[in-house]
């Protein structure tokens, strides 16, 4: 059994580091990788435990799939343990995770820079946590981190994170205000600094800036080495051409290795103390001379070039390592006895470092050094020819060394690169001293370079090989071993051997190297310089013997070392038989230099001078303990030489500095012993005096400054002169004295002695503080040593001293500079005084020296001074800061009120606040209070006027927050009651709320940019407080007695807007974000709530006075979406509520008498109503509130409205009306952006009717040009016209002054009602006008003219209105308009917005837009609908769903009975069929069913029936909207003898309208005259009106059907009627047909004839009043256009045959086009050739290809004939410029079936039971593959024409019954698959549909139009045939479209089975392509 136990603490956090997915198993608990996981329980190998992300699924899971985590608790959260700035890159990451897809979802350019930010936080993240990095590199990553961090944060418009030096996040609450603000400022530019992408260096810490260092790495050298050498590298002064620093040596062996094994794969070195200089000199190089360590000759060797690459491989053998020793070694010998060994020149490498230097980024690689050899020239010599070859880049052996630039002196450097610069590292020093020398460098170092030498010939005849040896040697001739270097890298040496030049008198060695001796024994040491001859030959060269001697004493007689510079030395021949080895020192009687000699020539005993030789050296000693000053020497030495004491004094200020700081203490010794036991006083004490002064300027020099600490620590620990107090005092004194006392003047008036004597002063008081600090010093030691018995007397001669300084202000003398001197060093001096004297009695004189001074007299310095005092000791003191601080004070608010130093005076307040802020300064308390009220409104008012945009104005803000941080409630009544006089109280209460309210608006520029959420949060956090406070002040003294609403009215603005500001609404922000503002600063808006909340309820009485204008601001408070917060503040609006109804309704600013009488209340809330509307519009408008903020508003006030018996009713009808509008208001706001324009003008227009429902004019208006605009920005300009016209309804025709609610900013000029009214009317005329509404333009015309006319007498503006009016007349005949189409639409579920959901609508179309095109717009604008395929209203599933169903059909107009005056009158079909599509509110459409009740079989035209409905919509169409709901819905049926009755009425009506059209227009086609006519004397298809005799027309039917028999008398009357409109139209034909249609016209009249016999003999002779003759027509058309049918076939159509109404031209051809000649000759070639029915070929015989010729010839021929774009046509057709606009149907219940034929046959195919009427609207149809879309969409536009297979045009009545009972809409082509692929069969929105094809063709040729077959009202069936379209859209360059409409009938021989889809037509062989 498995034994569970409690997991150990330690073990109860883990992360996933494998998938563990067992679902199969139970009770596992599934893991992916990077879960976190909390464990409960444990087991062997088994863990229980949870996610926790998901704490509710527990389960068990493998210990070995977990990885155990040490972790904190967080807030009852699981945390990993990790450091600050991971946890910190972990919660960064996962926030810009999100934001950075957002960024990439929507191509954001900044998303790669933020993805690079990541990708590097990452890897530094993983740096981080692997624990491997050192010390200094984690310090750089992490630097590196929070740099990314912050640039990332600043990227994406995040909170910028204040740090500090280091990279860690500050705790913005243990800092005060001004401290905050300057930590963001230094953020700033931190981030601004890391944007510019600087270097780590710039990323470090701040660097000594006088120091600098070169870090050099030796990596390889390619030469071919045959013996071993050392390499010398040094820095080199070009200009000078002398070396800087100290050589660094890397011995080099023969295999290409470091001889060292120090320095194997180690060479590198530090040049250190770099000054600025150095690095700026104009050419610096890096110098390495190559010397080689061997015999004279080189040796041949075996061995190639070699590279030191390869030292990684080598090993160093002991053999080799022994050899490698063979340089000058430790012991001063050559090496091995038995070698010959000698240094001999090899070569020299150097490189050009000035440009490294200035851009050391740029050469992060190696660098190569090109080297050259020696050959017969010195290595000098060789440096020179070097430096001077311009082809220095082409030499091949070159040195690769790694180079970088350190900034720091060397423990910096140590600490900030340990890698770089370990302990192994040497180091070499510039051979002089830093630019600062530093106190604890000690150096003693002599750099002796050998120059040159010059050795006569004695007994060779040819140069000496000369090797000069040198060493180090004591008073006895010994050597002092250890003391030379040639290097840093190479181990101390005894003696140096020089190189050795062949055959060379005059060698220029040039070699440098260092001496270092002890400082004991430097005076008792010389340097011996041996001089030898090296010999070629081996055994001859063990032979020779030294043959010169030289040497130089390091220490001169007078004390001082050897003087800087060149020495020649005298060479004295060494006579090796007499010289005598044992006495060692025996040369040093001699001379040692050429200047000594004084033309002697000394010798002695073995040694003898060589006259002609000489040795020269140069010395440099770079040492802190010796001197080469002789009169620094006698100032020291001053007590055995006391009568040069005066020179020497004088002498003091001619000592070099460096002398000087290396003897500082002992001359400072001196100074003050001569100063205290000095003899004569008068003479010595002034000088001693200046002495001390010079020597304090000379260490506070730049160079010297790091001496001032060695100066403090001699005061505070070496110096010992008791008594020196009194003299110092009785000296300064006096020089004050002397300077402020006038002296006489000369005769001629110039004063002798006063310059010297201010000069004197100036120089005292510059280094004042330091003669003060040895004052001070010295009474210290004196009263200790005394028990300071004698402070009385001391603090008397101090105030005395003190005195003077202000006497010396108060001197009329200028004495400026000492006074400014005074000024920058009395803190210091101060401070120092507090030892020795009484801080209150010093803070009074500080107080009386600054006071002294005049207020325009060194402003700066005496604001300086101040700054200063801030920060010493004396200004902590909490009593000497009762002193100081009023004064401080008061100097900052002159010069605030003068503007004057405004910076100086932000730094001194921001110190004072910085250190109040601090707990080790004592109380503070009056300090705050002395600070309000000296400073606070100045600075109120400094932040109040300046301009924000200056740099200042935050810092001021900053210091005001700052100082009302740490005012407390004492502090705010102190105040108050300093402000005595009630206005300035008042003053200051408007000044603080205006501030506080500018600070958090957002309609003024922000003083803190938004990322800085630490300060925001922080001033709002100091402002909330003050509120707090400011309220009770408020209460207290502007309430009672006297009210002042201005403040009351200024405090609730302040506060609402403060908690409204976006900065404090925590919903809006981030996880992230809002855990730390809440972590931090907690949600202050409850608390500011509550503080409104209580004030509001304060006001008692005088609550009405904010009723109206509080509305808003509390209204937007209570939209804060904080549940709590709202509760508190919506009983506010209740209350209000309440104050105005018991108002009084006689005094408006008060109660008045309502408390005693009832008579007086207002007993309404009207001005709250309409504020509440009127706000509530606004803010919810701009994204306040929610549907919660509703519900609540609702529910809260219904219970304040229910529990208070008067406003029960009122209030709860108020509430009401409230949360409809909310309701409204929201929906508006959400929909208002969405991309369906109807949703949006749907939503503005229900918030126009409940404005106009609640008579708030404004408002009304407001959204009538809100509706306007939305109209105009999608061109409904007749809907934009309508919409204007309900401004003008609510003016009036009169002059009366506009009132503010019914003004117009479009006419912003109109001033009255007449006037605004005229410009809107204008303004309707020309969108009614742009609309082509003329009519409607016309109606508003005539009320103008009745103005003009009738009031105003206006004639001028008459006459111009009515030419306009004119205008619109002859447009209504002349220009072409489209007839509007109408579609019902219905809208199932409840996925829609509310006001759609279960709706149903009438929408008008746009111009020429077909049903497929209106569908596709419809679902584009909803694309998660799905379009219905049935009519049949949706079950509950559907219409309760959340899903989304459209159901669209068309639907027709019926016209307005008002307008049936136009019935049986010859009037312009423009001018009806306006009439037939406008201003209609009733619509309808029908179904076909069938009914076999009727008797015979299905098909027999008695059982044809139809459903109609009829559509009432809410307001006419078309009006403001383009669609509008349905408001009552009736269906009825139509019986089969009705629906004859209609179809022969319209087509009766349809001849009428074309003889009226023919005899109008000379200019019109024939063919569609010809068409109609045929189709209905010559029925052969549909059988025309036979049918209806046969079905209708029978005594059997009147037997069966008794009730029809006046219709069947009203369907013979028609039939009658009929005759004599063929009659005419048959003449009129004659008339008009050429010459090719003859025998068509013989044909007509034949059958006409035959018609004609039959009707009248059954039915009687009928008469009609048209005429043929054209006087008789009325009418008279010019330019119309012609409703032309598109079959001209043989054979002869019903009248009931269908044509399409496919548009003919694109919408592209609105615009005005050119007239071009190809596309007329195109257009005008459109002719139809008759041919038999029998002859037409079916679909199926199109499957046979095997035609013959004659076949395929005549097919070709039919095709060309029918439809080819040849320019002979019959059809002549006029210019296109005469068409204004181009329709696509023409529609109306008189002309809308001129292509249809007779009515003789309603026969059609079967259809499915009569019952069932769910057939689809839209048949599904299988994709189309790729590639036949490729090859289709790759085809070239080309005109589709039709073939001869043409058979019959049904009437739309009988395809509609046949094809689709469902629906009687018409629709799209096939050819619009060739353009656009079909969508997925899932949402049905192909635009063609094949089962329900009542097409409407128009096609419009260069101006004319094939009007719609369909009648409005009527359908008909096909018998036989169906018919499909394809169409083609060509475009031609001249931008003219044309859409080509192809025909196909197909026979239906069997229709049980299902049609498959049609494909769509093949380009034709003909096809021409229009260019």
């Avoid at 069913?1489 to 299905?1498: E, I």
């Avoid at 059988?1583 to 005594?1595: I, Q, R, S, V």
Wanted: hydrophobic residues 35%; neutral net charge.
């Amino acid at each position: 059994m498995t034994v569970w136990s409690e997991c150990n603490a330690k073990h109860s956090f883990g992360i996933a580091k494998c998938n563990f997915d067992q679902d199969t198993k139970p009770h596992r608990l599934n893991l992916d990788v990077g879960d976190t996981v909390i464990i409960l329980k444990e087991t062997t190998h088994w863990y229980y435990g949870y996610r926790q992300k998901a704490k509710e699924t527990r389960g068990i899971f493998p210990k070995s799939y977990v990885h155990l985590c040490e972790y904190n608790i967080v807030n009852g959260e699981y945390c990993m343990q990790r450091t600050d700035i991971v946890e910190e890159i972990t919660k960064v990451l996962l926030e810009w995770g999100g934001i950075a897809k957002s960024y990439f979802l929507s191509t954001n350019p900044s998303f790669q820079k933020i993805r690079r930010k990541m990708n590097e936080l990452n890897n530094n993240r993983s740096a981080l946590i692997s624990g491997n990095l050192p010390l200094d590199e984690m310090r750089k990553v992490k630097l590196q981190a929070t740099a990314q961090i912050d640039t990332g944060n600043k990227l994406l418009g995040l909170d910028m994170v204040v740090r500090d030096e280091s990279g860690d996040i500050l705790d913005t609450n243990a800092i005060c205000t001004t401290e905050l603000y300057e930590n963001h400022i230094n953020a700033v530019q931190r981030i601004e600094k890391a944007n510019r992408l600087s270097s780590d260096r710039d990323m470090l810490r701040g660097h000594n800036k006088y120091s600098h260092n070169i870090l050099l790495h030796v990596n390889a050298f390619v030469c071919k080495f045959m013996e071993d050498s050392d390499l010398l590298f040094t820095l080199f002064d070009g200009d000078t051409h002398k070396p800087i620093s100290e050589n660094y040596v890397v011995k080099w062996s023969r295999t290409g290795i470091a001889r060292d094994i120090d320095q194997f794969d180690n060479n590198r070195v530090l040049f250190t103390d770099l000054s600025r200089n150095d690095l700026s000199i104009s050419k610096m190089y890096l110098v390495c001379y190559a010397i080689r360590i061997g015999s004279m000759e080189v040796k041949d060797s075996t061995e190639s070039k070699r590279t030191s690459m390869s030292i990684a491989n080598s090993v160093l053998t002991a053999a080799s390592r022994k050899h490698s020793q063979l340089s000058v070694n430790s012991t001063g010998s050559g090496g091995s006895t038995s070698e010959y060994l000698m240094r001999r020149p090899f070569g020299v490498a150097c490189k050009d470092l000035t440009p490294i230097i200035s851009k050391p980024e740029d050469f992060r690689g190696n660098l190569d050094l090109p080297f050259i050899m020696c050959e017969k020239d010195t290595l000098d010599g060789t440096l020179r020819k070097l430096i001077a070859n311009k082809d220095i880049d082409k030499i091949e052996s070159k040195m690769a060394v790694t180079f970088e630039v350190l900034r720091g002196d060397i423990k910096q450097i140590k600490e900030d690169f340990p890698r770089l610069v370990h302990t192994n590292v040497p180091v070499a020093r510039k051979m002089g001293f830093p630019e600062v020398i530093l106190p604890g460098d000690v150096r003693n170092d002599l750099y002796l370079t050998i120059c040159s030498g010059e050795f006569a010939r004695i007994a060779k005849t040819s140069e000496k090989n000369v090797e000069v040896t040198v060493c180090v040697a004591n008073e006895q001739g010994q050597l002092v071993p250890g003391v030379m270097s040639i290097g840093a890298g190479h181990a101390p040496i005894d003696e140096y051997k020089s190189v050795v030049y062949y055959h060379d008198d005059k060698p220029k060695w040039q070699e440098t190297f260092k001496i270092h001796v002890p400082i004991e024994e430097f005076k008792q040491c010389h340097l011996r310089f041996t001089l030898k001859h090296r010999s070629s030959n081996e055994q001859k060269d063990r032979s020779e013997k030294p043959f010169g001697l030289a040497y130089v004493r390091l220490m001169q007689a007078n004390g001082t070392t050897i003087p800087q510079g060149q020495h020649i030395l005298a060479v004295y021949k060494i006579d090796h038989k007499k010289y005598d080895k044992t006495v060692a020192n025996s040369y040093m009687e001699l001379p040692a230099t050429t200047a000594e000699l004084h033309g002697t020539k000394p010798s002695m005993s073995g040694l003898s001078l060589l006259p002609k030789d000489q040795l020269t050296i140069c010395v440099n000693l770079c040492s802190t303990k010796l001197t080469q000053s002789v009169s620094l020497l006698g100032l020291l030495n001053w007590s055995a030489h006391k009568e040069m004491l005066e020179q020497s004094l004088n002498a003091l200020s001619l000592v070099p500095g460096e002398e000087v700081v290396k003897f500082l203490q002992d001359i400072l010794d001196a100074l003050f012993k001569i100063l205290v036991e000095n003899d004569e006083p008068e003479k010595y004490d002034q000088l001693v005096f200046m002495s001390i002064i010079h020597l304090i300027e000379t260490v506070s020099d730049l160079k010297y400054q790091h001496f001032l600490t060695v100066l403090d620590v001699y005061i505070n620990e070496s110096f010992s002169a008791t008594l020196a107090y009194t003299k110092l005092m009785d000296v300064l004194m006096r020089n004050i004295k002397d300077a402020i006392t006038p002296s006489e003047k000369s005769a001629d008036g110039i004063e002798l002695e006063e310059s010297a004597a201010v000069h004197r002063l100036y120089k005292t008081t510059r280094y004042l503080h330091y003669v003060m600090k040895f004052v001070i010093r010295s009474r210290v030691l004196y009263a200790a040593m005394n028990c300071n018995t004698d402070y009385v007397d001391f603090a008397t001669r101090l105030q005395e001293l003190l005195q003077m300084f202000i006497d010396m202000i108060d001197c009329p003398s200028n004495l400026l500079k000492s006074e400014g001197a005074l000024l920058k060093n009395l803190h210091i001096i101060a401070t120092d005084l507090m030892e020795v004297f009484d801080q209150m009695h010093l803070s009074i004189s500080i107080v009386k020296i600054l006071e002294k001074f005049p207020k325009r007299r060194l402003t700066q310095s005496k604001m300086g001074c101040i700054k200063d005092f801030v920060e010493t000791k004396l200004f902590s003191s909490p009593e000497c800061r009762s002193i100081l601080l009023p004064v401080f004070c008061k100097h900052i608010k002159d010069h605030l009120e003068s503007n004057d130093e405004i910076a100086e005076c932000i730094n001194i307040m921001n110190n004072i606040l910085k250190l109040l802020y601090r707990s080790d300064v004592g109380p503070t308390h009056n300090d705050v209070r002395d600070i309000m009220i000296i400073l606070l409104r100045q600075v109120m008012k400094a932040a109040h006027t300046l301009d924000r945009d200056t740099g200042v104005v935050g810092q001021f803000i900053a210091i005001m927050l700052g100082i009302l941080q740490r005012m407390d409630a004492q502090h705010y009544k102190y105040f108050v009651n300093d402000l005595h006089q009630q206005d300035e109280l008042k003053h200051f209460i408007i000044e603080i709320l205006l501030v506080f309210e500018e600070l958090v608006s957002p309609h003024q520029k922000a003083v803190f940019p938004r990322d800085w959420m630490d300060m925001i949060m922080h001033q709002n956090t100091v402002i909330l407080g003050a509120l707090q406070q400011l309220s009770m002040v408020i209460t207290d003294y502007f309430l009672c007695p006297v009210f002042d609403k201005q403040i009351w009215s200024n405090f609730f603005q302040c506060s609402i807007a403060f908690l409204v500001q976006s900065p404090l609404q925590l919903n809006d922000f981030n996880d992230n974000k809002r855990q730390i503002v809440f972590a931090r600063y907690r949600d202050i808006r409850k608390d500011t709530a509550k503080e409104i909340r209580k004030m509001w309820f304060q006001l008692g009485k005088h609550k009405p006075k904010f009723v109206p204008q509080l509305v808003e601001p509390i209204l937007e408070m209570s939209m804060i979406p904080e549940t709590e917060l709202r509760r508190e503040t919506i009983p506010i609006f209740f209350d209000m509520m309440q104050c105005e109804y018991y108002s009084s309704r006689l005094e408006l600013e008060s109660y008045g008498d309502t408390k005693h009488n009832n008579a007086h209340h207002k007993g309404n809330f009207s001005e709250f109503k309409t504020a509440m509307i009127e706000k509530l519009d606004i803010l919810i408008g701009a994204g306040k509130g929610d549907a919660e903020y509703k519900e609540l508003f609702k529910k809260i006030m219904l219970e304040y409205c229910a529990a208070h018996n008067t406003l029960n009713v009122d209030g709860s009808n108020f509430v009401a009306m409230v949360t409809k509008l909310m309701d409204k208001l929201l929906e508006y706001r959400c929909i208002i952006q969405d991309e369906s324009k109807e949703n949006r003008m749907a939503c503005t227009f229900s918030l126009l009717q409940f404005y106009s429902e609640v008579d708030l004019k404004e408002m009304y208006i407001r959204y009538v040009y809100k509706l306007c605009a939305l109209q105009m920005e999608f061109e409904n300009y007749t809907e934009a016209a309508f919409t204007l016209k309900l401004h003008t309804e609510l003016l009036r025709w009169n002059d009366t002054e506009l009132s503010p609610q019914l003004r117009s900013y479009r006419h912003s000029n109109c001033r009255t009602h007449r006037e605004l009214k005229e410009a809107l009317y204008f303004e309707i005329m020309d969108n009614f006008d742009k609309g082509m509404q003329w009519e409607c333009a016309i109606d508003m015309c005539k009320v103008l003219a009745q103005q003009y006319e009738e009031e105003i007498y206006d004639y001028i503006k008459l006459a111009e209105l009515l030419k306009r009016m004119a205008q619109f007349y002859e447009k209504i005949l002349k220009e072409l308009r489209h007839t509007s189409e109408y579609f019902r639409v219905c809208f199932y579920g409840r996925g829609f917005p509310r006001l759609l959901q279960n709706r149903v609508y009438i929408f008008r179309g746009k111009e020429y837009e077909r049903h497929s095109d209106f569908c596709s717009r419809l679902l584009v604008q909803h694309p998660q609908a799905e379009l219905m395929q049935t009519l049949e209203a949706p079950g509950e599933d559907i219409t309760h769903g959340d899903g989304q169903y459209i159901q669209v059909n068309k639907v027709e107009p019926i016209m307005d009975a008002a307008f049936a005056k136009f019935n049986d009158k010859i009037i312009s079909n423009e001018i009806v069929k306006y009439f037939t599509s406008n201003n209609v509110q009733k619509f309808q459409f029908s179904r076909p069913f069938r009914d076999s009740t009727g008797g015979g079989s299905m098909d027999d035209v008695r059982n044809l029936w139809l459903e109609r409905t009829e559509l009432i919509t809410q307001f006419p169409l078309p009006g403001i909207l383009r669609w509008f709901p349905v408001v009552d819905t009736h269906t009825f049926k139509i019986s089969p003898l009705e629906r004859a009755v209609e179809i022969m009425k319209d087509t009766n009506k349809d001849i009428r309208q074309l003889v009226i059209l023919y005899q109008s227009d000379e200019s019109l086609h024939i063919n569609p005259l010809s068409m109609k006519l045929n189709g209905i004397v010559d029925p052969a298809v549909m059988g025309g009106f036979a049918k209806y005799e046969e079905a209708f027309l029978t005594d059997e039917y009147l037997e069966q059907h008794p009730d029809d028999k006046d219709l069947v008398e009203e369907l013979k009357e028609l039939i009658a009627m009929q005759i004599p409109l063929l009659n005419i139209a048959i003449r009129l034909h004659r008339q008009k047909a050429p010459d090719d249609l003859r025998a068509m016209q013989d044909h007509l009249e034949c059958c006409f004839s035959d018609m004609k016999q039959h009707v009248e003999s059954r039915y009687g002779r009928k008469s009609c009043d048209l005429k043929i003759e054209r006087d008789s027509v009325i009418m008279r058309r010019t330019n119309s256009f012609l409703p032309a049918l598109f079959d001209s076939s043989n054979n002869r159509l019903s009248e009931t045959s269908m044509g399409s109404s496919d548009s003919g031209l694109s919408k592209s051809t609105f615009l005005p086009r050119p007239p071009t000649n190809s596309i007329k000759s195109t257009l005008a070639s459109l002719s139809f050739n008759t041919r038999p029915l029998g002859h037409s070929p079916s679909t199926k015989g199109n499957k046979h290809k095997d035609k013959t010729p004659a076949k395929r010839r005549s097919m070709k021929k039919d095709r060309e004939t029918l439809s080819l774009p040849v320019a002979n046509c019959q059809w002549y057709t006029p210019p296109l410029t005469t068409i204004t606009s181009t329709p696509e149907k023409e529609i109306n219940t008189s002309v809308n079936s001129l292509a249809s034929a007779s009515n003789n046959s309603l026969s059609g195919p079967k259809t499915p039971d009569p019952r069932v009427l769910t057939e689809e609207l839209t048949p599904k149809r299988p994709l189309r593959s790729e590639k036949d879309k490729e090859r289709r969409l790759s085809r070239p536009a080309s005109i589709a024409t039709p073939t001869a297979s043409i058979k019959a045009f049904a009437d739309t009545r009988s395809l509609s019954e046949s094809s689709n009972r469902n629906s009687v809409e018409t629709t799209d082509s096939t050819s619009e698959e060739d353009i656009r692929p079909p969508p997925l069969p899932a949402k049905t929105r192909d635009s063609t549909d094949f089962s329900s094809l009542t097409h409407s063709l128009d096609w419009n040729p260069n101006g004319y139009s094939m009007l719609n077959v369909l009648s409005s009202n009527t359908t008909t069936t096909i018998s036989s045939s169906t018919t499909t379209m394809t169409k083609t859209s060509i475009t031609n360059n001249t931008y003219e479209y044309l859409e080509a409409t192809n025909f196909s009938i197909q026979g239906i021989n069997d229709t049980s089975k299902p049609r498959p889809p049609t494909p769509p037509p093949k380009p034709l062989r003909h096809s021409k392509h229009i260019p």
